[in-house]
């Protein structure tokens, strides 16, 4: 079993859907989450970041934790075109100021059409 | 925001020789670059842990004379790629951790003939 896995897709959906992905993993010493956003061909950047349990927003997106189920989400309201891109998720037990070995999801590829 | 470059972003050799990639922070110190490879449609894999000053610490599976890691500033970690094969072809991806968070550079795409 991987210690993190996420659904590769391809996930299509139609401009201004609420997009849906989701991550799940085994380690429980897991306690930083992150997801990411890689457009082709680049490398990837950071659109949210999480620590232990919870709900954080920004803008359009909403990141969910559920240590318990050790399961998180990423949500997308009133998707956009310039959406389209792959989505990973990455998470790791140490904190911040630490050597972070990130554990990374396979990533999720999303595309929004117009 | 804190922005990490690579030189080059891409780079055809022919099989057998040498490949060297940079990657710097630009705005910003670290004492701490990681180096990934990523293959198509693939998530990223981690390669080494680069910290200034000292040997890199390797991943499993990870050959470290044929992957060359040199982190000799704050700003600038190089990977070098020695006697590159076709196998060796993929999309090469450092990023440099600066006030807790892992910034990522765009990638060098790799190509060995």
């Known amino acids: 079993q991987k210690e993190v896995e996420q659904d590769p897709g391809p996930l299509s959906v139609p401009e201004g859907a609420i997009v849906s992905l989701n991550c799940t993993y085994s380690?429980?010493?897991?306690?930083?989450f992150m997801w990411y956003r890689q457009y082709s061909r680049k490398g990837p950047e950071l659109l949210m970041y999480?620590?232990s349990s919870g709900n954080k927003e920004d803008g359009r997106f909403t990141a969910q934790v559920d240590k318990s189920s050790k399961y998180i989400s990423l949500f997308i309201r009133d998707s956009q075109p310039s959406d389209s891109a792959t989505y990973l998720c990455?998470?790791?037990?140490?904190?911040?100021?630490?050597?972070?070995?990130?554990?990374w999801g396979l990533g999720t590829s999303l595309a929004v059409n117009p | 925001g804190a922005v990490v470059s690579q030189h080059p972003s891409w780079v055809i050799c022919k099989s057998g020789t040498s490949v060297k990639i940079e990657c710097r922070s630009l705005?910003?110190?670290?004492?701490?670059m990681f180096w990934y490879r990523q293959f198509p449609k693939q998530s990223l894999m981690l390669m080494a842990t680069?910290?200034?000053?000292?040997?890199?610490?390797?991943e499993q599976g990870v050959e470290k004379d044929k992957f060359l890691i040199n982190h000799a500033s704050l700003t600038l970690s190089t990977l070098t790629v020695t006697s590159a094969h076709p196998e060796d072809s993929s999309f090469y991806i450092c990023?440099?951790?600066?006030?807790?968070?892992?910034?990522f550079g765009p990638g060098t795409r790799l190509t060995v003939l």
């Open positions: 990023s440099a951790e600066g006030t807790g968070e892992q910034f």
């Open positions: 705005d910003f110190q670290a004492t701490t």
């Open positions: 680069s910290n200034e000053g000292s040997k890199a610490t390797y």
């Open positions: 380690n429980s010493a897991f306690q930083y």
């Open positions: 999480t620590y």
């Open positions: 990455a998470m790791s037990a140490l904190g911040a100021g630490n050597n972070r070995k990130l554990i």
